[in-house]
């Protein structure tokens, strides 16, 4: 029998934990749409389901997808990013325990650790996760979770993820790896040393802007066993619905972010140079302060691509008024292009923090639309602005 551990991304997207359903045939697995489970006997489970907040077989099916393709061995899907990050810290803190976290991430990440964890005994700093001496001098003997997420958000810093392991396990932290932005078809943190992977499966791996959720995967047995815990007494599981919509969209996840990495390089280079703007940021571009680390790290550069206005703030709130294609919204990685201010809007909540994003920033969401169509809908808005 073939190992499927050793075929292709897209062949294990597509086939693991997606066997056919045995009575009909049926190519595509059922929604197990049900709260509870028939017992033969007391404690005599069926394939060891009782209860949908503890297993769903839908969701496993979701669960062992992402396992493959993020090289883990245990995987836990929650009802959002957030969720997800929630139970990691509770399933690894103790009051008194420290997490240093990169200084530029989702500011609802910061949020949940510095508003939420901290009045619990959880200290929380922050260090620019793509310098590793930064990183290196700003641990302490009580950090127990180094929090990276490359490219960062929103100002698409890259990290390297194998010299930040090294740091942390040195000083005895688990490495936390947030991919959304890369998913793991672009970068794969486990291989590198993580040792947990975090996913707003909402974004790319959903991939359509039509569902919420979050994920975890480990290769650490022990971890799992403390997250599934978690996962059980907690209780914020993903319905069996849009377990099977992310399953549906994992499938064409490689395809997909092919199409993001070309437009959102075409969007980067075409706004290069523009005169309404002072920077473009995104790991494709050759003079990005980590595109060597990004060409070794990852196989593409992703969707995301962020730029600051020469018109400081009053531009940046014009121009989201001007694009069409460009639509203003939070979250990302869908198939329609969006455009977020995030000092207002995704990171609102670390306003005079040390995670502050610079109010003349904005952040594109470069969909799968026409690239010619993405690139004239803002030279265009950008032009009305002189």
């Known amino acids: 029998m073939t190992d499927s551990s050793n075929r292709g991304f897209s062949t294990r997207a597509i086939h693991e934990g997606q066997s056919f359903e045995p009575r009909t045939g049926a190519v595509i697995p059922p929604i197990f749409m049900t709260s509870t489970f028939v017992q033969d006997g007391v404690g005599g489970f069926r394939d060891g389901y009782e209860y949908s907040r503890g297993g769903n077989p839908t969701r496993d099916a979701l669960q062992v997808q992402l396992a493959s393709l993020e090289r883990g061995t245990h995987a836990f899907t929650f009802g959002s990013g957030l969720a997800a990050e929630d139970a990691l810290l509770r399933a690894v803190l103790q009051p008194g325990d420290h997490v240093l976290m990169g200084n530029d991430v989702y500011g609802g990440t910061h949020r949940l650790v510095s508003q939420i964890h901290a009045r619990w005994g959880v200290e929380i700093t922050t260090a620019d996760a793509s310098d590793l001496d930064a990183v290196r001098a700003a641990m302490r003997p009580n950090t127990r979770i180094l929090w990276v997420e490359t490219p960062s958000n929103p100002l698409m810093k890259v990290a390297d993820i194998a010299g930040l392991v090294e740091i942390g396990h040195g000083a005895g932290a688990i490495v936390l790896a947030d991919n959304t932005f890369a998913t793991p078809y672009l970068q794969q943190p486990l291989t590198l040393g993580a040792d947990v992977v975090v996913h707003s499966t909402t974004k790319y791996i959903g991939g359509h802007s039509d569902l919420v959720g979050g994920a975890l995967i480990t290769a650490d047995a022990d971890l799992a066993d403390r997250i599934a815990f978690q996962q059980f007494a907690v209780g914020a599981v993903n319905s069996p619905f849009d377990a099977w919509l992310t399953s549906r969209s994992l499938k064409t996840l490689a395809v997909r ?85 995030p000092s207002e809007m995704t990171h609102a909540s670390v306003k005079g923090t040390e995670l502050a994003v610079p109010d003349d920033l904005l952040r594109l969401s470069v969909g799968l639309e026409d690239s010619d169509d993405q690139i004239a809908d803002l030279l265009e808005a950008l032009a009305s602005l002189q």
């Open 257 to 341: 972010m092919d199409r993001h990495c070309s437009n959102a390089q075409a969007v980067a280079e075409a706004l290069v140079g523009n005169p309404a703007l002072t920077a473009v940021h995104y790991p494709g571009l050759p003079d990005h302060p980590q595109h060597e680390l990004a060409v070794r790290q990852m196989r593409g550069f992703g969707g995301m691509v962020s730029m600051q206005l020469a018109g400081g703030h009053q531009a940046a709130l014009e121009l989201v008024r001007r694009t069409s294609v460009f639509q203003l919204a939070e979250s990302l990685g869908g198939v329609e292009s969006l455009v977020c201010l």
